[in-house]
């Protein structure tokens, strides 16, 4: 049985999670975290990951950025204890933060929970090898009218993976209003579009001389990044130092 530790318990995948672990036997919130402190069912609520004294074997974060410090700062003081990092906005500083502190502690970390998403991650990786510079790359995102980062982890993830393909040579491109020019060869354009519920629509476009091919993934529900989070922690448990991801867990 994995003891899991909710932070963000409070928000909209907190509440997914919590759907999912009811129906799971292998794992169980033990305790919660969120600043907002709403109490939630079964499980004790702090506004800080310091005052939990319950044991725990994972956390799972879907809450904020600025936790992070106090994630690791907790996974410090409790050897053992393993982290599942799903929240997204990151900056490049904490990111490598995150790297540095994976020599030390057990860190899953995906901004894309959803075994689909990784798919079209590594279905894009093929495309851009096959199709080669000849094709240019657009990514486009759409998500609810309440998401704070743009573009989304998901595009970055898909940039990323991409331009690994093409040496790190490509140079990402956020919005083309500001400047009157031509689109360059060696760019990735991100476009980002937020309007009513939308979970999670990600495109990858090659645009070449005849024929254009776009990769696409739709997510239907939150409840995917739930359940890819949870069974992400269950897999953590045990686990040594290290930074672990999607990958590790297909
Ligand atoms: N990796 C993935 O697959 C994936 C999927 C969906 C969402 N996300 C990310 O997860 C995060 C949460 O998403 P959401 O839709 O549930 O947002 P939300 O705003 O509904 O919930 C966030 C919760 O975290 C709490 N919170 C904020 N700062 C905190 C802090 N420092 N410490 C503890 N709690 C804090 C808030 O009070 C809130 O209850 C976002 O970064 C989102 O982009 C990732």
């Known amino acids: 049985?994995?003891?899991?530790?909710?932070?963000?318990?409070?928000g909209k995948m907190g509440a997914a999670v919590q759907n999912f672990v009811r129906q799971r036997e292998d794992c169980q919130i033990v305790a919660g975290v969120d600043l907002a402190g709403m109490p939630q069912e079964g499980f004790p609520v702090y506004t800080g990951i310091a005052e939990v004294c319950e044991p725990i074997d994972v956390?799972?974060?879907?809450?904020?950025?600025?936790?992070?410090?106090?994630?690791?700062?907790?996974?410090?003081a409790h050897p053992g204890a393993a982290a599942?990092?799903?929240?997204?906005?990151?900056?490049?500083?904490?990111?490598?933060?995150?790297?540095?502190?994976a020599k030390t502690m057990p860190l899953f970390y995906s901004r894309n929970m959803s075994l689909g998403v990784n798919l079209l991650i590594e279905l894009s990786k093929k495309a851009a090898r096959v199709l080669g510079t000849d094709f240019d790359v657009e990514i486009l995102e759409?998500?609810?009218?309440?998401?704070?980062?743009a573009p989304s982890g998901t595009a970055l993830m898909l940039a990323d993976a991409i331009n690994e393909e093409r040496e790190n040579a490509m140079k990402y491109v956020y919005d083309r209003h500001s400047q009157r020019k031509k689109r360059e060869k060696g760019e990735i354009g991100l476009h980002s579009v937020r309007g009513g519920t939308i979970v999670g629509e990600h495109q990858v476009i090659f645009?070449?001389?005849?024929?254009v091919i776009t990769l696409s993934h739709s997510a239907q529900s939150k409840e995917l990044f739930a359940s890819g989070a949870i069974n992400a922690a269950v897999f953590m448990q045990g686990k040594g130092p290290g930074l672990y991801s999607m990958p590790d867990l297909l």
């Open 207 to 211: 645009s070449g001389q005849q024929e």
């Open 84 to 101: 599942v990092l799903c929240t997204t906005g990151y900056t490049p500083e904490q990111t490598a933060v995150i790297h540095e502190a």
């Open 1 to 10: 049985m994995t003891r899991l530790l909710l932070c963000g318990c409070g």
């Open 142 to 149: 759409m998500h609810h009218n309440q998401k704070i980062d």
């Open 59 to 76: 956390i799972i974060d879907f809450s904020h950025p600025s936790a992070l410090p106090s994630i690791l700062d907790y996974g410090k």
